[in-house]
């Protein structure tokens, strides 16, 4: 009965699914107010406040206070019946990714969201393959881009990584004092800072520390929610330490305490001495697909974990879409069609869709009907785009 729900959907869709928006609130600062909510929904009490909305998500939002299926994305049926994304993955996979792809692959496996919080989040790690596995769960690496047109917020700039003589000289153990203490924000000291710039972004591998600055994000990441919070303090606000060791083993976290996570630290990538130019990743234009309509961009490329674009369509013109298969679309700016189904910028009740691999694969008509620029996000999961750009590494000779 449930696969006839997702079959019909995708039939009256022509291939291409209406998603509505799932918003996650976190409790560990306040919410930055930049993501079209009425003010009074922004605050949830003791959940904290909504900070992130995920875009076409088959992932639980793992949170302190459990709320049922928050984080997951829902299906709008004409029917007015309920089905989440993931539900309807598990049961019509092939339907919606393609026969060959749901072969080698149980879900979507890619996690877009937006974030939004009003101050820089604390340093932390998201775990690599190995840590993560160690608690039943996925790693998390991630990459972010930065819209423009909005406020920055009170601290746009982020820190990534230790400073490169901490790795080379194995001085790791610099950390541990912070984390035993738990007592201020005085571990960034340990980090360098870039200025995030609109229209810019950077690719996170899993166990870099980072502390992402608090410039509203658009991010594409694993299939995760996994963390360790490395810093006590963030303004005003005291981090709660058991979010250092939310994803840890107890066991090990009996035998080892603090220094547990010292483990879980790619030191090497962390202490590159040219992190930035092997992970800066500004858009890249794609010069098969400029058209007279349009022209798309890589936006989250250096990775096999997951790839992303940006489509701009001129206003009053037509752009032919055609990708590799399953992808998902958040509406950014503007108003238009896409494949027929009206597409609203900043309107949450109109601006994601998922489009399944039979429908991705041929030519979508995406037509702008503003007069502004409609600029569409598009999320890959892995093996999908062959084609992703990938930095050549830089070393220092």
Known sequence: MNTQIVEKAIEEGNGVLRLDPAWVARSFLAPGRRLGLDESQYELGE????????IAST?????KVSVP????????????QRMTLKEAVDIAGTMIMGREYARTHATLDRLAKIFDYGDRLPFHLHQMKQHAALVGRNSKEESYFYPEDLDMGPHPE????VHPYITREKKHDLLLPHLQRWDSDLILQHSRAYLLLPGDGFHTPAGVVHAPGSALTVELQEDSDVLAMLQAKVGDRWIDKELLFKDVRPEDRARHGERIILDMIDWETCGDPLYYENRHTPP????????????????????????????????????????AGVFNVLVWKGRGEFDGHVIEGRNPMLDELLVCHDRA???IQVRNTGREELVIFKFFGPDINTDVPMLVRKTIS
């Open 59 to 63: 992932t639980k939002a793992d949170n």
């Open 69 to 80: 299926d928050e984080g997951l994305s829902f299906l709008r049926l004409a029917s007015g």
């Open 47 to 54: 959940r904290g406040g909504i900070c992130e909305r995920w």
């Open 361 to 363: 694969v041929a030519p």
């Open 158 to 161: 982020t820190f990534l990584g």
């Open 284 to 323: 890249i234009l794609i010069p098969e697909k400029v058209q007279p309509g349009g022209y798309e961009e890589w936006i989250f490329y250096n990775t096999r974990r997951y790839s992303g674009k940006r489509l701009v369509v001129k206003p009053g013109l037509t752009y032919t879409s055609t990708d």
